[in-house]
């Protein structure tokens, strides 16, 4: 288990000037959540093993790079976000073994493997955690978390009023050695995920080496979970409001993206740029702009950064637009690629999203209209995957899938399910293990079920039913992504060229190249731009006009 020297060599473009540009500049990256994905032993549950034995998969789908959702050492309070050994593979998922035969087999096939790393916060297992706990106060590791004394006369009140993302309060109260009450610690997210203090050097160096120890074994590179969230205020300073929630993603928080998270990235891009291969970091940071998101990707930070901006957009032309010039605006002063992404293991899937009215926000609980969710979301990946810079696809989106709205209360696992009355707490839809064949127990996902139940017809929608299939979503992932690599005007770049259309429609050029999407709810003629390329629904041109079917994205050659 050492270093990989032989990157796979997949994916390096010419920009506009001729220069070489990273692989990541125009990567589709694929995400992968493990358990969800296949399972290789027939427990129920996905696994490393699974997941490798479908690389070839991958490989047909003509994706870059396979990011892993959370694999380490875990009692999988948060599906695997709390982790209690980062040089460890939980049992369930496999060895270090598996990892690194998944590694080696997704190199030979050309694929990059991209790992999550959780670095705000680990398990209330992890074995800093358990001793300073155990040790009690004075403990010198309770300053590698936050723990606090609390307010009221007898400490009964917690530090201060931050409130957790899952629900409640961000903060649990101990019990000291001898059992009285003790010091309260933090956690933004489950009380089984302490948050670590950045302030404190050993969580640094702790990190620096957790780093090199996944390069070691191969990695391309890290998602960075909660990038924005490692450097609190200081002091820790109360907020002085109730439902916080609300407020993100509209102001700069004094528990998420402060400025001194930046110092941490620009000593983990050291590290990345001493390996060959030209290994990557991704942020997983919600910031209240896209100009703040600019901030992670600097020239010595990291390379790419979620686009959630453009996740939340509606399915309406002016608002896509919109986020489109600021993204490509934000991203162009620093030099890093714009990124699209439309679904994740976080969010309602878009095809259920798009199904039903607009402002509903990304977690919704009614499946809408499928035919029409499904229509959209054709056309909406389409459009991402014609925009410069890198997509992201997540696991099972290209075979149509929505999100699973009736799972039985009794079947859910989302910890943010059971701490506010079911508010914000159904990431469970978008988890359901995915479909490979018409027929089985778990179609195809493994001999032994699946750890969320399949909804009946799942098999018509697997990749088996859809293969070779005219017209299916999945064939026309694979053609799209494959245009877009063969295309000299698609993949990186940081421009597009907006045409004049009726509203209701975009239109963009880049070289050789026109898009048109329509984002109404009946046809619309233009003029035709060119040759059909692809599209997301059948079209027909009529001499010098070609009427565009409702909420469809054509491609052209021109």
């Known amino acids: 288990m050492t270093q990989h020297l032989a990157a796979p060599s997949t994916g390096t473009s010419d920009d506009a000037a001729g220069h070489r540009t990273g692989w990541w500049q125009d990567a589709v990256i694929y995400q992968v959540y493990p358990r969800s994905f296949a399972d290789g ?25 396979v990011w892993l959702s959370p694999f380490y050492a875990s009692p999988q309070a948060d599906a695997g976000y709390d982790v209690a050994d980062y040089r460890a593979i939980d049992p369930m998922f496999g060895s270090l073994l598996d990892a690194d035969a998944l590694i080696r087999d997704a190199h030979d096939l050309g694929l990059r493997i991209i790992v999550d790393l959780v670095p705000n916060h680990s398990s209330d297992q992890h074995e800093w955690f358990k001793r300073a706990l155990t040790e009690g106060p004075g403990s010198a590791l309770r300053d590698r978390y936050h723990f606090r004394p609390g307010k009221g006369a007898n400490g009964e009140l917690p530090p201060n009023d931050w409130e957790s993302i899952f629900g409640g309060p961000a903060w649990t109260r101990t019990a000291n050695p001898d059992g009285t009450p003790g010091e309260w610690y933090l956690h933004l997210f489950a009380p089984e995920q302490p948050d670590f203090n950045w302030e404190h050097p050993a969580v640094a160096d702790e990190f620096r080496s957790i780093l090199r120890f996944w390069l070691d074994m191969g990695v391309d590179g890290f998602r960075v979970d909660v990038a924005h969230g490692l450097v609190k205020a200081e002091g820790l300073p109360d ?6 929630l609300k ?31 030209e290994r990557i970091a991704v942020a997983e940071a919600w910031t209240p702009t896209v100009e703040r998101t600019a901030n992670y990707v600097r020239p010595d930070e990291m390379h790419q950064a979620f686009n959630f901006q453009y996740l939340a957009t509606a399915w309406d032309a002016a608002a896509l637009r919109e986020v489109i010039d600021t993204s490509l605006d934000a991203m162009r002063p620093v030099g890093a690629p714009t ?6 293991h976080d969010v309602t899937r878009h095809a259920t999203r798009f199904a039903n009215p607009a402002g509903l926000g990304t977690q919704i609980r009614t499946p809408g209209d499928r035919e029409l969710g499904l229509r959209r979301a054709r ?18 989106e290209e075979l149509g899938l929505p999100d699973v709205t009736d799972l039985p209360d009794e079947a859910r696992q989302d910890p943010s399910f059971f701490r506010a009355e079911g508010q914000d707490g159904f990431r469970d839809g978008c988890r359901v293990p995915i479909p490979w064949t018409r027929e089985g127990s778990s179609y195809g996902f493994g001999a032994g079920g699946s750890w969320l139940p399949q909804p009946a017809g799942w098999g018509e929608l697997s990749v088996e039913a859809q293969t070779g299939a005219a017209g299916s979503t999945l064939e026309l992932y694979r053609a799209a992504i494959a245009a877009r690599r063969a295309h000299p005007g698609l993949g990186a770049g940081a421009d597009v060229r907006w045409l004049d259309v009726p509203e209701g429609l975009l239109a963009f050029a880049r070289p050789g190249f026109v898009c048109t999407v329509n984002t109404t709810g009946a046809p619309v003629r233009i003029p035709v731009p060119g040759t059909v390329l692809l599209s997301s629904a059948p079209v027909e041109t009529d001499g010098d006009t070609v009427e565009l079917p409702a909420d469809t994205t054509v491609w052209w050659t021109v």
Request: aromatic share 10%.
């Open 41 to 65: 032993n027939g427990d129920g549950m996905g696994d490393l093993a699974g997941v490798r034995g479908r690389l070839p998969y991958l490989k047909e789908l003509g994706v870059d790079a």
């Open 379 to 396: 056309a909406a990946t389409m459009l991402m995957l014609a925009l410069p810079g890198s997509a992201y696809v997540y696991q099972g």
């Open 339 to 344: 990124t699209w992404v439309l679904s994740n």
């Open 247 to 277: 407020l993100l993603g509209n102001d700069v928080m004094p528990f998420f993206d402060q400025d001194g998270v930046h110092e941490i990235y620009r000593s983990w891009r050291t590290i990345l740029d001493e390996y060959p291969g």
């Open 239 to 244: 907020l002085g409001t109730h439902d916080q």
